[in-house]
């Protein structure tokens, strides 16, 4: 029996599991984590989503980064969902991507969440079970880093069809986000692969590759891991302006590309 510490992590991911709001019907879950700040996980979900949209897909986004959500930001979003009385209806990009993330219900963007680890878990539960996401063919779920209570939650309660790991060349970067494989192994979580962000540089004048962050270990560390490598993600003064502009969903970049493969509807 698992002690009150650990969570019950020894257990089936299926003993925790609870069904999306009745009004939804998704066909699959994907989860895209990294244990490690700061190296653009939201960005890659943000892009994820916009490559599946770009396929025709219908695509939700659930930011589960409660204390630190920019999801909304880099889809240039201010729209509050609608609450009605058979629940929130997340409101839509551009593209018609759906969103959902607490910065929506905020009075600014910029106030501070200060909640304990119970309430950001609940607020988690809510956006799956009380939020009507309707017909999606995906739901991409954008994962604080580390691995407390809000992964924990997300990694415990919904049926992920697998995890996207995003990480960075540097060896700190590719140490923490091990924690968070190891983490995903214990709870038998799939994995789909892994990603390295912020790869290298294109120098705009002689075409010459920067590795500003050192060498790229992302294939090394899928490889020593047993998990597939998705891919690297230069670091784009396009999609940097484009982020910040909230307008992420007119990146043309050969990364979109790349990533609608890695995803199998």
């Given amino acids: 029996m698992a002690s009150q510490g650990d969570h019950g992590l020894g257990d ?72 009605t009385e058979f629940g929130m209806f997340p409101p839509l990009t551009d593209t018609g991507i759906k969103v959902m ?26 956006f799956w079970t009380d939020v009507v996401w309707g017909d999606l063919d995906y739901l991409l779920i954008d994962l604080p880093p580390g691995t407390g209570d809000s992964p924990l939650t997300v990694l415990q309660i919904l049926p992920l069809d697998g995890l996207v790991i995003v990480t960075s060349p540097q060896e700190l970067a590719n140490m923490v986000v091990k924690k968070a494989i190891k983490m995903a192994d214990k709870m038998e ?52 302006a484009l982020c910040d502009t909230g307008a992420v969903e007119e990146y043309n970049g050969e990364v979109i590309a790349r990533m609608q493969g890695w995803l199998n509807s």
């Avoid at 905020?106 to 969440?113: G, R, Y």
């Avoid at 050192?214 to 998990?227: E, F, H, K, L, N």
Wanted: hydrophobic share 40%; glycine share 12%.
């Fill in 12 to 83: 089936s991911q299926t003993d925790f599991q609870v069904p999306p709001h009745e009004l939804s019907k998704i066909q699959h879950v994907v989860a895209v984590m990294s244990g490690k700040g700061g190296v653009g996980k939201s960005s890659v979900t943000a892009l994820l989503a916009t490559a599946l949209r770009r396929r025709g897909l219908a695509v939700g986004v659930l930011d589960a980064d409660i204390t630190g959500p920019s999801i909304p930001r880099l889809f240039g979003l201010h729209k509050r969902p609608e609450f």
């Fill in 101 to 126: 993330s607490l910065n929506l219900l905020l009075d600014a963007e910029d106030d501070p969440v200060i909640w304990r680890g119970p309430l950001i878990g609940g607020a988690v539960k809510q």
């Fill in 189 to 240: 979580i799939p994995i789909i692969g892994l990603v390295e962000n912020m790869s290298y540089a294109i120098c705009p004048h002689c075409e010459e590759k920067w590795e500003l962050f050192g060498p790229s270990r992302g294939a090394g560390v899928a490889q020593d891991i047993g998990i597939p490598f998705l891919g690297t993600i230069p670091l784009d003064p396009r999609l940097t």
